[in-house]
């Protein structure tokens, strides 16, 4: 069993930045692979970004290439999503996830624990 805790959720203005953190406990944090996911209310939830259990390998959203960065630290049992040049499309409610299977997947299926969300709104 894996726990996933988000912070670093808020309210910024069109432009600016945020850097969410997840902590993660319980079974070998390395062992997973980890993810971000954001819903907006009465749509699915949406593949942001992942990290492969070494940090070595990323993959983004079209929509956040470019100006969001994911990376892990897995001394701290952490991962994180910096986002810059944030827009008000980006509002979202986002989930921090951990796949215990090899390779990506872009489906919220392929992800086995899921934090409990935290709220980004960017005002324009």
């Known amino acids: 069993q894996v726990q996933l805790v988000e912070s670093g959720g808020g309210l910024v203005q069109a432009g600016g930045s945020l850097r969410l953190s997840c902590a993660a406990s319980?079974?070998?944090?390395?062992?997973?692979?980890m993810g971000w996911f954001r819903q907006v209310p009465g749509k699915e939830r949406e593949f942001v970004s992942y990290?492969?259990?070494?940090?070595?390998?990323?993959y983004y959203a079209d929509s956040v290439k470019g100006r969001f960065t994911i990376s892990r630290d897995n001394a701290k049992n952490t991962v994180y999503l910096q986002m810059n040049s944030l827009k008000p499309e980006d509002t979202a409610v986002y989930y921090c996830?951990?796949?215990?299977?090899?390779?990506?997947?872009?489906?919220?299926?392929?992800?086995?624990?899921w934090g409990q969300g935290t709220q980004v709104t960017v005002s324009s």
């Open positions: 990290v492969a259990r070494s940090g070595g390998t990323t």
């Open positions: 996830v951990a796949r215990s299977r090899l390779g990506l997947s872009y489906s919220p299926t392929g992800y086995e624990y």
């Open positions: 319980g079974r070998t944090f390395s062992s997973y692979a």
